[in-house]
């Protein structure tokens, strides 16, 4: 677990986000993911998903909602 904990200029805390590890491992293979399309000059919509078959529904749920955020 990670806590990223945002400031102001005066040392105030603003905004505080938990970011768990699958949300960290998700991000980063889709950020790896988007390197790789970009590099290969592959279409902006393909999906390929490492190792999103090992996944239960729910994660695969999570992953996307992950991967649209990063996206946009």
Do not use: C
Request: glycine fraction near 12%.
């Amino acid at each position: 677990m990670v806590k990223v904990t945002r400031v102001d200029e005066g040392g105030a805390e603003v905004a505080t986000v938990e970011v768990d590890d699958f949300i960290i491992e998700i991000i980063y293979s889709g950020i790896a993911e988007m390197l790789r399309e970009a590099e290969a000059g592959a279409a902006a919509g393909r999906s390929g998903s490492p190792a999103g078959g090992d996944l239960s529904r729910e994660a695969r749920q999570r992953r996307a909602k992950i991967l649209n955020r990063v996206r946009n």
